[in-house]
């Protein structure tokens, strides 16, 4: 700014001069001629009026004049032009002066006068002539330096003088700038309307207090919807990557932290490999980048995660990325559970009908002896009612699933429930040689009766099928200030520690074998699951192996 202001100083001081230079010249010039001839015209009046008749030589007065007139010339010129007489040259050698400018107007008008530049360039000639009474011309003349001679003769002196005047000119630019500019360097931006400078700085300072409002407000609504981002991406259950164009992590939520078990301080401003390495992720994402959708499955720590990568585009043009995280693990358990449950029924259902169709194409064929039909009936009644058991278990199962009751829930009393069922299952108690035991006080629950006595019969019987022989089967109904609670207790051969955790899943068994042998579905306990869920309750396991087992139904008030 400082060279600017001298700049355009040393501008100023220019166009100045060139302007007085402009202005002053032409009136100095003015003034300078009109000066010139009007000593000449004075002098022509002098020496006039000492003259009666242009004599060969002037009278001695005459000589007088001429004398203190000096340097100016006298010239006496006749009529026709010839000249009678020249003061610094001999008349006879002078050529005729009748075309002269000032002698023609002086003949004309009485009196006239020109000026010629001399053969310097520096110097003019002015000439005055006055008409006299005898038609003779008196003319003088004096030849003095120009303006502009006098000006060319001063030019070191102005030259000098510009210089001083801008030596000057840069000290005065330099101060008033120093003056400028330090109100404006001690400024206090942040709070404009306290400053205390020149009026002029005024309106800038109401501008800047003004755009500091704006900016204060504009930085306000934006600290606030960073604070509503990150408080949603935050809470964001799916983790949630923001990518530059080059990999870099501009933003990761804590989800996404913990899912690449890193923090979010460390990665962020990092490239995205320092999250993961896995393969499928950086095809993703490199795919991503260069401006396509893309899809990848990664598994951390025993989950499922699914990433959705999309590019984000300004103007056409791939400046980063979005990568969402979603954990599909429940989904990928539940596909797998699906496959194992169509795998698990198409083989259930194999066996039966299998068997079925074995004895039935015997009986066909006439395979069968006579005594042995009724047999081959019995097997085909077994199978078959094995079949449709497994098919209501299943359908059962489904409706607990989607959450359905077959029935709607009344008041049961789970005691006189728990007696009902162990009176059903007493046949096959006696067979394995177990004893059912049956105590505790009257507990009403409001529930879905069929379910429930559907749960207390699929528990009563596994204890009883997974018995020893003489063993027993306690069950206990018990009214606690939190909730009641139905116990199924057994002293059969027990769950071992590492099958105590699926003994629940469908179609799970701890001894194939033997379940088979049993005609069991391997769905019992995964109705006793679904059911307390649908009555709200919680189902707990503890088994010993060679000791017994025994679950608790805890339903809640």
Same mark, same amino acid.
């Given at each position: 700014?400082?060279?600017?202001?001298?700049?355009?100083?040393?501008?100023?001081?220019?166009?100045?001069?060139?302007?007085?230079?402009?202005?002053?010249?032409?009136?100095?010039?003015?003034?300078?001629?009109?000066?010139?001839?009007? &000593?000449?015209?004075?002098?022509?009046?002098?020496?006039?009026?000492?003259?009666?008749?242009?004599?060969?030589?002037?009278?001695?007065?005459?000589?007088?004049?001429?004398?203190?007139?000096?340097?100016?010339?006298?010239?006496?010129?006749?009529?026709?032009?010839?000249?009678?007489?020249?003061?610094?040259?001999?008349?006879?050698?002078?050529?005729?002066?009748?075309?002269?400018?000032?002698?023609?107007?002086?003949?004309?008008?009485?009196?006239?006068?020109?000026?010629?530049?001399?053969?310097?360039?520096?110097?003019?000639?002015?000439?005055?002539?006055?008409?006299?009474?005898?038609?003779?011309?008196?003319?003088?003349?004096?030849?003095?330096?120009?303006?502009?001679?006098?000006?060319?003769?001063?030019?070191?002196?102005?030259?000098?003088?510009?210089?001083?005047?801008?030596?000057?000119?840069?000290?005065?630019?330099?101060?008033?700038?120093?003056?400028?500019?330090?109100?404006?360097?001690?400024?206090?931006?942040?709070?404009?309307?306290?400053?205390?400078?020149?009026?002029?700085?005024?309106?800038?300072?109401?501008?800047?207090?003004?755009?500091?409002?704006?900016?204060?407000?504009?930085?306000?609504?934006?600290?606030?919807?960073?604070?509503?981002?990150?408080?949603?991406?935050?809470?964001?259950?799916?983790?949630?990557?923001?990518?530059?164009?080059?990999?870099?992590?501009?933003?990761?939520?804590?989800?996404?932290? +913990?899912?690449?078990?890193?923090?979010?301080?460390?990665?962020?401003? +990092?490239?995205?490999?320092?999250?993961?390495?896995?393969?499928?992720?950086?095809?993703?994402?490199?795919?991503?980048?260069?401006?396509?959708?893309?899809?990848?499955?990664?598994?951390?720590?025993?989950?499922?995660?699914?990433?959705?990568?999309?590019?984000?585009?300004?103007?056409?043009?791939?400046?980063?990325?979005?990568?969402?995280?979603?954990?599909?693990?429940?989904?990928?358990?539940?596909?797998?559970?699906? +496959?194992?449950?169509?795998?698990?029924?198409?083989?259930?259902?194999?066996?039966?009908?299998?068997?079925?169709?074995?004895? &039935?194409?015997?009986?066909?064929?006439?395979?069968?002896?006579?005594?042995?039909?009724?047999?081959?009936?019995?097997?085909?009644?077994?199978? &078959?009612?094995?079949?449709?058991?497994?098919?209501?278990?299943?359908?059962?199962?489904?409706?607990?699933?989607?959450?359905?009751?077959?029935?709607?829930?009344?008041?049961?009393?789970?005691?006189?429930?728990?007696?009902?069922?162990?009176?059903?299952?007493?046949?096959?108690?006696?067979?394995?040689?177990?004893?059912?035991?049956?105590?505790?006080?009257?507990?009403?629950?409001?529930?879905?009766?069929?379910?429930?006595?559907?749960?207390?019969?699929?528990?009563?019987?596994?204890?009883?099928?997974?018995?020893?022989?003489?063993?027993?089967?306690?069950?206990?109904?018990?009214?606690?200030?939190?909730?009641?609670?139905?116990?199924?207790?057994?002293?059969?051969?027990?769950?071992?520690?590492?099958?105590?955790? +699926?003994?629940?899943?469908?179609?799970?068994?701890?001894?194939?074998?033997?379940?088979?042998?049993?005609?069991?579905?391997?769905?019992?306990?995964?109705?006793?699951?679904?059911?307390?869920?649908?009555?709200?309750?919680?189902?707990?396991?503890?088994?010993?192996?060679?000791?017994?087992?025994?679950?608790?139904?805890?339903?809640?008030?």
């Amino acid at each position: 700014m400082r060279k600017r202001i001298i700049g355009h100083m040393i501008l100023l001081v220019l166009f100045t001069v060139l302007v007085l230079a402009a202005f002053i010249i032409p009136r100095v010039t003015a003034a300078f001629e009109a000066q010139a001839y009007g &000593a000449l015209k004075n002098a022509a009046g002098v020496l006039a009026a000492s003259l009666d008749e242009p004599p060969e030589q002037p009278p001695e007065q005459s000589i007088d004049v001429i004398a203190a007139l000096r340097p100016i010339r006298v010239t006496w010129i006749a009529p026709d032009g010839s000249i009678l007489y020249e003061s610094n040259a001999n008349p006879a050698e002078m050529e005729n002066h009748g075309d002269r400018i000032e002698v023609i107007q002086a003949i004309q008008h009485g009196e006239g006068q020109d000026s010629r530049l001399s053969r310097t360039l520096n110097r003019r000639t002015y000439y005055y002539a006055q008409h006299l009474a005898d038609g003779s011309v008196l003319r003088v003349s004096d030849t003095r330096q120009t303006v502009l001679g006098a000006l060319l003769d001063l030019i070191p002196a102005l030259i000098l003088s510009f210089i001083v005047v801008m030596v000057l000119g840069a000290l005065i630019a330099s101060k008033l700038t120093a003056l400028l500019v330090r109100p404006i360097d001690t400024l206090d931006l942040e709070n404009p309307a306290e400053n205390d400078v020149y009026e002029e700085l005024t309106p800038l300072l109401t501008r800047l207090q003004a755009q500091n409002q704006r900016i204060d407000n504009q930085l306000h609504a934006i600290k606030s919807h960073g604070r509503a981002f990150d408080t949603i991406t935050g809470n964001m259950a799916e983790g949630l990557v923001v990518l530059a164009a080059d990999g870099t992590v501009l933003s990761i939520n804590r989800s996404a932290a +913990r899912l690449f078990d890193a923090g979010a301080d460390a990665v962020a401003g +990092r490239h995205y490999m320092a999250l993961a390495r896995d393969l499928p992720m950086h095809d993703a994402v490199k795919l991503t980048l260069s401006g396509s959708t893309a899809e990848a499955r990664l598994e951390r720590n025993g989950r499922f995660y699914q990433l959705l990568a999309n590019p984000v585009l300004m103007e056409g043009v791939p400046s980063g990325a979005i990568l969402l995280l979603l954990d599909v693990t429940e989904r990928e358990q539940a596909e797998e559970t699906r +496959r194992e449950f169509s795998a698990n029924v198409s083989h259930e259902l194999k066996t039966p009908l299998t068997s079925i169709a074995g004895y &039935a194409e015997m009986l066909a064929a006439g395979m069968v002896q006579p005594d042995d039909i009724p047999e081959a009936v019995g097997k085909i009644h077994a199978e &078959a009612r094995r079949m449709i058991t497994l098919i209501e278990d299943i359908l059962a199962l489904s409706k607990l699933d989607e959450g359905q009751a077959p029935a709607p829930k009344e008041q049961v009393g789970l005691l006189s429930l728990a007696r009902d069922v162990s009176a059903l299952l007493s046949a096959a108690a006696d067979a394995q040689q177990v004893s059912i035991m049956v105590d505790g006080e009257e507990a009403i629950v409001s529930g879905v009766r069929s379910i429930l006595e559907e749960m207390l019969f699929n528990l009563m019987e596994n204890s009883i099928k997974y018995n020893k022989p003489g063993g027993k089967v306690c069950v206990g109904v018990q009214n606690t200030g939190e909730g009641i609670t139905v116990t199924v207790a057994d002293t059969g051969v027990g769950i071992a520690p590492e099958h105590q955790e +699926r003994v629940f899943e469908r179609f799970y068994r701890v001894d194939k074998s033997h379940s088979r042998s049993t005609g069991g579905t391997g769905l019992g306990l995964s109705i006793v699951k679904h059911g307390a869920l649908l009555h709200e309750a919680k189902v707990a396991l503890k088994s010993t192996v060679g000791e017994g087992t025994e679950i608790k139904v805890a339903f809640l008030h």
